[in-house]
């Protein structure tokens, strides 16, 4: 899916434009809001660095999954939070500030925890004591991705407000066109990925996203923090960086067998995450009535 023109030039451009229109309904006020209430950070940060992989490992060995396939959905465990993080915080009206500081905070953090975890699932595997560098190159790539938008967009609700607030309710428009553009793509796309793989490791996948959705905006919840806060750490922890772990997979390991698992994961969270977001606008409005 990497080598396709639709994913490696086009969604890019197209995740740029809709992070420009996230920018546009923030300002310094929120990210000073995110810095006095570290809780959300650490709660996020505790799910994404250490559950995800444990849980990524228990279905690893529940399942019974080859050890390549297997190697793939901890890699993905072991990836932050993707850009499309922040596009569905935004359409189920989540703190999409915090996104945004949980998605530079993970992609920095994951420098160390990335390797460290991917050799682990070398050892406990594999049998391999390969050393895995950190991906710096990708990491400053999704950085650039999500903060250079952003800070456009910001810059024009701070300069051009009026133009700012005629500007929200279209993009909000054209950020669900995205979507559904990009799932009916990748479907078409990796059709027969979908086909080989989709049995054996399909459901195990599938699993993998919801328990990641779900306990992500638990972990808030239990947390008392409030739903915009839960959902914005749910989506953080459950729309992962597929790219990045198939760029480890086919880049930094060679094993082309462990991207498959972050290819499916790639697809399934563009549906599930769409229908969590409209669960989540259903219980915010179910609660106001």
């Known amino acids: 899916m990497g080598n396709n023109l639709i994913f490696s030039a086009g969604l890019p451009i197209a995740l740029a434009i809709v992070m420009i229109g996230l920018g546009l309904h923030l300002g310094v006020a929120d990210f000073k809001r995110v810095a006095t209430a570290p809780r959300a950070v650490i709660v996020a940060l505790a799910v994404q660095t250490g559950v995800l992989p444990a849980l990524a490992f228990g279905l690893v060995f ?20 993707g850009v499309t993080a922040n596009l569905f915080s935004h359409l189920a009206r989540g703190d999409v500030a915090l996104n945004i500081t949980l998605t530079a905070i993970n992609s920095a953090l994951c420098l160390i925890t990335l390797p460290l975890w991917t050799a682990l699932g070398l050892a406990w595997l594999i049998g391999s004591e390969q050393a895995v560098p950190p991906p710096t190159q990708k990491i400053i790539e999704v950085g650039l991705l999500v903060l250079l938008p952003v800070l456009i967009g910001m810059g024009l609700r701070a300069w051009k407000p009026d133009l700012a607030h005629r500007l929200d309710k279209p993009v909000r428009i054209l950020s669900t066109l995205i979507l559904v553009a990009l799932i009916a793509a990748a479907v078409v796309i990796e059709r027969r990925t979908l086909a080989t793989h989709a049995l054996a490791l399909g459901g195990v996948v599938l699993l993998f996203n919801l328990a990641s959705l779900l306990s992500g905006y638990w972990a808030g919840r239990l947390a008392r923090l409030g739903v915009p806060q839960a959902t914005a750490i749910a989506f953080e922890i459950g729309i992962h960086n597929g790219t990045l772990a198939i760029f480890v997979a086919l880049s930094v390991l060679q094993m082309p067998a462990a991207s498959v698992a972050p290819a499916l994961y790639s697809l399934a969270m563009y549906v599930t995450g769409g229908a969590f977001a409209w669960w989540i606008l259903r219980q915010r409005r179910g609660s106001t009535k």
């Open 62 to 81: 529940a399942f019974a999954l080859p050890p390549e396939l297997g190697l793939g959905l901890v890699l993905l465990a072991a990836s932050p939070g």
